[in-house]
């Protein structure tokens, strides 16, 4: 297997050397599916504020594939099992907005979601305790892999992408609504507890499906990162979307290739692709701001003579 040359990197010869490879197409083409599925889910998800809530539905995909491997059954139907009950678990939680003050609020809603992926990544523990196997594939369920994604899973992700995408089209209006002011959503009739219930299936799903190219440790980066550049860079909501969408395929698509060439794991090198991107886009917006207020504001003196002018 060829590595890039410093002196004379040859591009072209290493994707067709790349794309040689049936798994590597296969991890090229998962890879493409969860990027485009989080990078639009994980821009709602930092519009609704509810990055903890992604990443404990991340994080609990683990124990869930650790169950199913102890069990006998496919690691593909724990990632979903479990990332489905934990959202149902949050969703089961009281309103944010409508907690008390004090004690209650956004503190008493982040410490019970905690609670359940503390809760969930004991499980985790014990199933791999209760494995009487040798469990090989423990660092590929929280590190992710390039070499393990077959057919078969390519082709769940793409029918559990699909479903996903066309929910979140559905939804659309009154998610976007609900998610810059769920008050004025709900007095307008808006079902925000129904739409935040489905929008946690979904972003469940969109979890489920990431942990298995990325690993649940960094699924974290594919959903949140990109989002989280885009709002750096603009502030309306479908640019943002786009752009969120662009920059998580990119450091998927980079970070697989990277990954190919070198000995170190996919999640490595998504994450740190994006936490680039995330610091450029950071700088960027931290230099036009400065720049905004360096601009000297004109006297509105002079604005009257030059109209009287």
């Known amino acids: 297997m060829s590595g890039f040359s410093i002196g004379g990197l040859d591009l072209v010869g290493d994707v067709e050397h790349l794309l040689s490879y049936h798994f590597m197409l296969n991890a090229l083409r998962a890879g493409t599916i969860v990027a485009v599925l989080a990078g639009a889910i994980g821009y709602f998800m930092v519009l609704r504020r509810q990055s903890f809530a992604g990443h404990t539905l991340a ?14 059954l496919s690691a593909s139907l724990g990632y979903y099992g479990f990332c489905l009950a934990g959202a149902l678990a949050i969703a089961a939680l009281p309103a944010a907005g409508r907690l008390t003050a004090g004690l209650g609020g956004y503190g008493d809603e982040s410490a019970v979601i905690g609670t359940v992926q503390a809760f969930a990544l004991a499980c985790g523990f014990l199933f791999v305790s209760l494995y009487k196997g040798f469990l090989s594939g423990l660092t590929g369920l929280l590190f992710g892999s390039i070499t393990g994604v077959s057919d078969g899973q390519v082709l769940a992700l793409l029918v559990a992408g699909a479903g996903c995408l066309l929910a979140l089209l559905a939804l659309g209006r009154p998610l976007l609504f609900s998610s810059i002011d769920s ?3 709900r007095a307008r009739g808006v079902p925000v507890r129904l739409v935040g219930t489905a929008f946690l299936l979904v972003l469940a799903v969109a979890a489920a499906g990431a942990s298995q190219i990325t690993g ?17 860079l603009t502030a309306r909501p479908l640019p943002g979307l786009l752009l969120s969408v662009l920059i998580a395929v990119a450091v998927t698509w980079l970070g697989e290739g990277i990954a190919f060439y070198s000995p170190y794991p996919i999640g490595f090198w998504v994450t740190t692709l994006a936490f680039s991107s995330f610091l450029l886009a ?10 905004g207020r360096r601009r000297p504001a004109t006297p509105r003196g002079e604005r009257r003579g030059e109209v009287a002018a």
């Open 183 to 185: 008050d004025v959503a």
């Open 59 to 72: 994080v609990i995909g683990f124990p869930g594939a650790a169950g199913a491997t102890w069990l006998g």
């Open 282 to 291: 950071t700088g960027y917006r931290h230099g036009i701001d400065r720049l």
């Open 216 to 232: 649940s440790l960094l699924v974290f980066a594919l959903l949140v990162t990109p989002a989280a550049t885009a709002s750096r």
